[in-house]
């Protein structure tokens, strides 16, 4: 089992949760996006959530990156009690527990492929030296060492996606969040970054949640799959 | 999160939008500029009022003269009874225009007020400033010279001194003449000059005597005075007039309308006041540079300068005089701090005075206000500049929405992104505040060379330093008011950064 630490150990658990719920809008009249999920992952699991849109799986991925906190029940990821961290807790959480990488790469355009994949490690205080040091590697590791100095527009679908993985690999996270990273390319750049995922996850042993829609992808890349229909996760 | 990233974010975020960074530096800078220049003209004006004032002494100096109007004015038009049906306020414009109209008792500037002030704690000298004019008799010649009393200490006359020495007596039977005067007598020539040293000279105050009536003038072609010898020979056949009137062939009631106008009228002689001095010195004039020197009250410029208490002596033997007092005598106090307390004391014995002091705090204060209006001029620039950085960091916040939500996915927490925010306005602060008192400091350069001719035009005094001071007070100060103030306008855009939902960032377009 993976070296991990948190306020609260989980018996060899990565993810633990128990009929977690989340809603939005108004108390009096509140839209469901999850409805009382409970699912357990261990250390160094590739799972799939499956669902159609709007079936929640963003929601969910949101809640395990905590960028959201659960409206009910309890969720915790690498030791963490999402529910209960602080502020100041959460955003150190999502720098070095979780990396995430999303459909649409979320690169900052202002700036170039290495400040991007630094900026995790910059938010976790590492030293100027070290982490100009841990971004080259994690570039160079993605094949992406001749594009150092390219911003997000002077690069392809692709090699952004592929720069993402970076930044999401950069702190060593012993959990990646994947949601959809192959919904905006092409089937053959797509094979490239899931083969990209699978390598690393198997090289560190981290655990992987993969958010997607495509049956065959979650097949290739995980272990179990987790459906989710309209809230709720299908028995 | 280390400090120096922080600082890296911002410089990088301000970097990335390079013209709206420079314009709202511009407001900022252009506030300082008008901050950071009032500041330095306000100091540099009060400094160089003091400076001034302290290049000489005349801060101890107190102009004092008889109070003609008299001393009780103000006192009788309040005991005054203004009688009849009317409101109070036009009784009081009443009777302050008795009061005006109510002679009080004139206080002369007499011997004994002048004793009286010298014996005043904190005086060093009182001077009676006269201007006499009689006539010098060296060497059987006689010459209309005019007269003057100064303190041995006087630096303007040693200063001028070209032969013998200056007295060092503020009584003694001695006298400097000057050069002028010397060449009146035909003595030009260097050894002629130095040959009057030690010779007696005598001198005679010629007034008309106690009563006012008939005088006879000799009016000479211009720049030629009347010589001892014709004012005597004026006044002899004035003592005889009376006599000799039937003599001239005037019809009966014109001789009848002179007899009238003479007789009885000046019976006494004129009065005749005479001693002799030793010459010790001789005095040049003063050169065009140094009367372009501050306003002393104590300088003087006469053909025979005495000291000050023998000059006092000799024009109190003149008839009349210890009742007329003098025209004027200045109060040397030993410290600038006592002027004001001096002064007081001098009005408080019914005479009037003047002093240079009262002057200048009054300017200081004029200047005050000015510059502190200017200054608040420019602190309201410097507060628009603020609101237009508020406003133009609350567009960034609603422009870098996704990159936000992106730096929170990654890690950013909220104070650390408030704090960027807040850096971003602190380096706009110390950037348009560092050039703006960096713009002063160089227009201040043309600046002072035109107010100094300004002042070269209209007043004769020659500024030695310049009018626009940069202590580091007022870097400082100009500095932290740009800083605090684009940081404080900051704070509401760095919260509404802090408070973006990363989730709703992310799906922002």
């Known amino acids: 089992m993976p070296e991990h630490s948190g306020s609260h150990a989980l018996d060899g658990q990565a993810i633990r949760a128990v009929d977690l719920t989340k809603a939005y809008g108004h108390a009096d009249s509140p839209v469901y996006a999850l409805r009382g999920v409970t699912f357990e992952v261990r250390w160094g699991e590739r799972v799939a959530l499956l669902g159609k849109s709007g079936s929640g799986k963003s929601t969910l991925l949101n809640l395990l990156g905590g960028l959201d906190r659960p409206t009910s029940g309890s969720l915790d990821v690498a030791g963490h009690s999402i529910a209960r961290l602080t502020g100041r807790q959460l955003a150190r959480f999502r720098s070095v527990s979780v990396g995430m990488i999303f459909q649409s790469f979320n690169l900052i355009h202002s700036r170039n492929a290495w400040q991007n994949v630094k900026l995790p490690l910059v938010f976790a205080g590492q030293q100027p030296r070290e982490r100009r040091e841990v971004a080259r590697r994690a570039l160079e590791a993605v094949g992406l060492a001749a594009r150092f100095d390219h911003r997000p527009a002077e690069m392809s679908g692709g090699e952004n996606q592929r720069v993402a993985i970076a930044r999401a690999l950069a702190n060593r996270p012993q959990i990646l969040l994947a949601d959809e990273p192959t919904g905006n390319l092409d089937s053959a750049t797509a094979r490239e970054v899931v083969r990209l995922i699978r390598e690393h996850v198997e090289e560190r042993q981290a655990t992987l949640i993969l958010v997607t829609h495509d049956e065959d992808l979650a097949a290739a890349c995980t272990d179990r799959v987790l459906r989710l229909i309209d809230g709720q996760l299908a028995t | ?509």
């Not at chain 2, 003149?318 to 600038?336: C, K, L, N, P």
Request: proline share 4%; aromatic share 6%; glycine share 8%.
């Open chain 2, 1 to 509: 999160m280390r400090v120096g990233d922080l600082f890296g974010l911002a410089l990088a975020a301000l970097w990335q939008q390079k013209s709206r960074t420079a314009m709202t530096t511009l407001g900022v800078l252009f506030g300082s500029f008008v901050l950071a220049a009032s500041l330095s003209i306000g100091q540099g004006v009060q400094d160089t009022i003091e400076r001034e004032s302290h290049r000489s002494d005349f801060l101890r100096k107190i102009t004092v003269r008889s109070n003609h109007r008299g001393a009780n004015a103000d006192s009788a038009g309040k005991q005054v009874e203004v009688a009849g049906e009317m409101s109070d306020a036009k009784r009081d414009r009443l009777r302050r225009a008795i009061a005006d109209h109510s002679p009080g008792k004139p206080v002369a500037l007499t011997r004994d007020k002048l004793v009286k002030m010298a014996t005043l704690e904190h005086v060093e000298a009182v001077v009676p400033m006269f201007w006499l004019s009689g006539f010098a008799v060296l060497d059987q010649q006689s010459q209309l010279a005019s007269l003057a009393g100064v303190r041995p200490e006087s630096i303007d006359c040693r200063r001028r001194l070209i032969a013998g020495e200056f007295f060092s007596s503020s009584r003694q039977p001695v006298c400097t003449v000057s050069e002028y005067l010397l060449y009146r007598w035909g003595l030009t020539d260097e050894a002629s000059i130095a040959g009057v040293l030690g010779k007696k000279i005598r001198v005679e105050l010629r007034g008309p005597g106690q009563q006012r009536g008939l005088r006879l003038v000799l009016d000479k072609p211009e720049g030629e005075e009347p010589t001892l010898e014709e004012t005597i020979a004026l006044e002899k056949i004035k003592e005889q007039l009376p006599k000799v009137l039937d003599f001239f062939p005037l019809p009966p009631d014109q001789s009848r309308l002179l007899r009238g106008m003479i007789e009885g009228k000046d019976a006494s002689p004129a009065s005749v006041v005479s001693e002799e001095f030793t010459i010790v010195g001789v005095l040049r004039a003063a050169t065009p540079e140094e009367l372009k020197e501050p306003w002393d009250p104590l300088r003087v410029s006469a053909d025979l300068i005495l000291p000050y208490e023998t000059a006092a002596d000799f024009y109190f033997r003149q008839q009349g005089t210890e009742e007329r007092g003098i025209d004027h005598a200045v109060v040397v106090v030993d410290d600038e701090r006592h002027t004001k307390a001096i002064y007081q004391q001098i009005l408080d014995q019914g005479l009037t005075a003047f002093t240079v002091l009262e002057f200048i705090e009054q300017q200081q204060l004029i200047y005050l206000l000015i510059f502190g209006g200017m200054t608040c001029v420019a602190a309201v620039a410097l507060l628009v500049a603020a609101l237009g950085i508020a406003n133009t960091m609350l567009m960034s916040v609603l422009e870098r929405t996704r990159e936000i939500g992106i730096m929170k996915a990654v890690g950013a927490g909220n104070t650390e992104l408030q704090l960027v925010f807040v850096i971003e306005g602190a380096i706009i602060g110390s950037l348009g505040g560092g050039l703006g008192v960096l713009l002063a400091w160089l227009a201040s350069m043309p600046g002072d060379a035109w107010v100094r001719s300004m002042v070269a035009h209209s007043v004769p005094v020659e500024l030695k330093d310049s009018l626009f001071v940069f202590p580091l007070w007022l870097i400082a100060v100009t500095l932290a008011f740009a800083i605090t103030i684009t940081t404080l306008a900051a704070l509401y855009p760095a919260r509404r950064a802090a408070r973006i939902d990363p989730v709703a960032a992310l799906r922002h377009e």
